[in-house]
């Protein structure tokens, strides 16, 4: 089976280096026995990598079975993964299998394993040497065989020097570790997850849509995505159900995008804000104002720096804030450039960066030090589709 035949069989999308080594790895893995450790953060299909390495196991015909070990109360975890005797605490009025004999012959996918307690980590290194537990309130010994395999958004590396998680329960579970890079380090997949996730939500609900545009692609491939495949999923969701019947283009994309280039930034209504309360309408207005006329100033003073004598003449090659250094970013206050028009000026600057990278816009809203999304709405503003 090719690597292209094994990502549509168990749903891992992906054609990034990263991506491809992740399905390397779990095509050789799978056929085994051996634990395995998925790390990477929340929300990039750490479940779906532990579902290919079941589905291509000789376990497959037995179940799976799925515990988020952050979700379950560290006073029922224990009761729930090795199960209880009836009167073993109250509420337990009948005896109860615990998810590792549930899971007997299968595959145990223990997800944020590194919320466990500690006292249940002790019990889990016994399970994963010799097999067997106990439940809650038996003194008789129970056996499963299971392979397990374990995942975590946190460094479980951190946690073990923090006196947050057993050395030798790490060491067992990282036989091979696994790692799935978010989705601002394989961009190239982007486009893929988006063509999944319409086809999909088309199909399930009966809808009619035409599609995104190119533009539109490229604005959402330049997000950071923080909540990674989750959150791109939920977008392209809600974008479809609330712009049915039409084309979606980067315009209509702007509108569901977070306001704040950081998603766990929270962006205040206006930059000018706060003004203090205790003063008249008339000093807070006046306030207001001032604010406003020295924002405006260093807005125009930040942008002469940025663009530097040779753009005000009009022979730009390419401004880099990362690498301008201060000789080069000197304006006086007699260049030809203060009575430039300041629009004039951002157009010619963002033509010269996208015609310098040959169209691509990622490329050259890293050059400007801006973010996507400020350059589709520069490139809107201006009218410049056509650059």
């Known amino acids: 089976m090719t690597q292209e035949e094994f990502q549509e069989q168990f749903g891992i999308v992906g054609k990034s280096p990263a991506m491809k080594q992740v399905v390397a790895t779990v095509m050789r893995v799978a056929p085994t026995d051996v634990t395995v450790l998925i790390s990477g953060e929340s929300g990039v299909g750490k479940e779906v990598v532990a579902r290919a390495i079941h589905g291509a196991s000789a376990r497959s015909d037995k179940p799976m079975v799925a ?5 379950i109360p560290e006073g029922i975890l224990e009761s729930e993964l090795f199960g209880h005797q009836r009167g073993a ?3 337990a009025v009948e005896s109860r299998k615990g998810y590792f004999e549930i899971a007997d012959g299968g595959t145990l996918f223990l997800d944020e394993i590194g919320d466990m307690p500690l006292p249940t ?3 889990l290194l016994r399970v994963i040497e010799t097999g067997e537990f106990m439940r809650v309130g038996s003194s008789s010994m129970q056996t499963s065989d299971v392979r397990l395999i374990a995942a975590s958004n946190k460094s479980l590396e951190e946690q073990v020097a923090r006196g947050n998680f057993r050395q030798d329960l790490y060491f067992r579970l990282r036989s091979v570790s696994i790692y799935v890079p978010p989705l601002r380090e394989r961009r190239e997949d982007i486009p893929l997850f988006i063509e999944q996730f319409a086809d999909e939500f088309v199909k399930r609900n009966k809808i009619n849509f ?3 545009t190119r533009d539109a692609v490229e604005a959402l491939a330049a997000q950071d995505w ?3 495949v989750r959150e791109l999923k939920n977008l392209v969701e809600s974008v479809i159900v609330l712009e049915r019947g039409n084309q979606v283009n980067s315009e209509a994309v702007e509108k569901y995008l977070p306001r704040s280039d950081n998603f766990y930034v929270a962006e205040p209504t206006s930059r000018f804000l706060p003004v203090r309360v205790d003063k008249t309408p008339e000093e807070s207005e006046r306030e207001l104002i001032l604010r406003a006329l ?4 260093n807005d125009i ?3 002469k720096n940025l663009i530097g004598p040779a753009a005000l003449r009009g022979n730009l090659s390419l401004p880099v804030p990362r690498h301008f250094s201060e000789r080069d970013a000197e304006v006086s206050d007699s260049s030809d450039g203060k009575d430039l028009n300041l629009e004039e000026m951002e157009k010619h600057l963002i033509k010269t960066a996208i015609q310098k990278f040959h169209g691509n816009k990622r490329l050259a809203a890293e050059a400007l030090g801006i973010s996507m999304r400020s350059l589709y709405r520069k490139l809107q503003e201006y009218k410049l589709r056509d650059v």
Do not use: H, R, S, Y
């Open 67 to 71: 515990v988020n070990c952050g979700a």
């Open 89 to 91: 605490f109250t509420g």
């Open 121 to 123: 980590q002790v019990k």
């Open 210 to 212: 035409p599609g995104f």
């Open 226 to 228: 923080p909540g990674n």
């Open 294 to 297: 020295w924002e405006i100033k």
């Open 301 to 303: 003073v930040d942008l």
